[in-house]
């Protein structure tokens, strides 16, 4: 059983950055992949993005390119999020999540462990 502890999450300023991480149980994590979602109240879990751990591999969300970014962290077991320039729509719970499955990546129900989420709030 893989448990996923998410921290980082916080209150900040529009314009401002933020680095998420999840820290990992599982040892033997090399045929796992990670991803990090979003949930914004009322609405539905958002893709972010995601990595292959064995070669680090990155998928990501179009909408989200260029200011998120996910990276790992092997001896650490650990994969994070780095979001910068963040505004006020990208308050959200944010979920990191680890499957065994190789695809597809930006879908939620691909995913079979979940983290119970840390709040994101930007605001104006």
């Known amino acids: 059983q893989v448990q996923l502890v998410e921290s980082g999450g916080g209150l900040v300023q529009a314009g401002g950055s933020l680095r998420l991480s999840c820290a990992a149980s599982?040892?033997?994590?090399?045929?796992?992949?990670m991803g990090w979602f979003r949930q914004a109240p009322g609405k539905e879990r958002e893709f972010v993005a995601a990595i292959y751990w064995s070669h680090g591999l990155t998928v990501n969300a179009d909408s989200l390119k260029g200011r998120f970014t996910i990276s790992r962290d092997i001896a650490k077991n650990t994969v994070y999020l780095q979001m910068n320039n963040l505004n006020p729509e990208d308050t959200a719970v944010y979920y990191c999540?680890?499957?065994?499955?190789?695809?597809?990546?930006?879908?939620?129900?691909?995913?079979?462990?979940w983290g119970q989420g840390t709040q994101v709030t930007v605001s104006p």
């Open positions: 599982e040892r033997t994590f090399s045929s796992y992949a």
């Open positions: 999540a680890a499957t065994k499955k190789i695809a597809p990546m930006r879908q939620p129900n691909t995913y079979d462990y």
